[in-house]
C-alpha cells in the first residue's frame, strides 16, 4: 500500500498561483502513474492531470496551459503547479498513485479555493 498526503491548499484570488504536492510513503517501489483529481461542491470527481513513472504527462482541457504536473521519484513526491487561477477551480484536490501491483491509493484531499 501506498500512503500519499497532500499540502498546499489554500485561498488564493483570481488570477493568483498555488502548489500542491503530494507525499507518498509505503511501497512506493510499486508506484507507476500518479494524479490528481479534483472535487467540486455538487459535483463527480474530476481528472486534472497525471504523470507518468517515465515523466509523459496528460492534462484536462480546462487546465492545459495554466497547470504543470510534475514529480520528484527522488523524494517521493508529486507536484501540481497552478498558475492563472480561476474561481471554477475551486475544488477539493485529490492525489492517486496507480501501483505496478494492487488498486489506486489516494490521498485525504485539500482545499483549493479561488475568490473572484
Known amino acids: 500500500q501506498v500512503l500519499l498526503a497532500e499540502s498546499g491548499g489554500g485561498l488564493v484570488q483570481s488570477g493568483g498561483s498555488l502548489r500542491l504536492s503530494c507525499a507518498a510513503s509505503?511501497?512506493?517501489?510499486?508506484?507507476?502513474?500518479m494524479g490528481w483529481f479534483r472535487q467540486a461542491p455538487g459535483e463527480q470527481r474530476a481528472l486534472v492531470a497525471f504523470?507518468?513513472?517515465?515523466?509523459?504527462?496528460q492534462y484536462t482541457d480546462s487546465v492545459k496551459g495554466r497547470f504543470t504536473i510534475s514529480r520528484d521519484n527522488a523524494k517521493n513526491t508529486m507536484y501540481l503547479q497552478m498558475t492563472s487561477l480561476k474561481p471554477e477551480d475551486t475544488a477539493v484536490y485529490y492525489c492517486?498513485?496507480?501501483?505496478?501491483?494492487?488498486?489506486?491509493?489516494w490521498g485525504q484531499g485539500t482545499q483549493v479555493t479561488v475568490s473572484s
Open positions: 509505503g511501497r512506493t517501489d510499486r508506484i507507476d502513474t
Open positions: 504523470i507518468t513513472s517515465a515523466g509523459w504527462t
Open positions: 492517486y498513485a496507480d501501483p505496478t501491483i494492487g488498486g489506486r491509493d
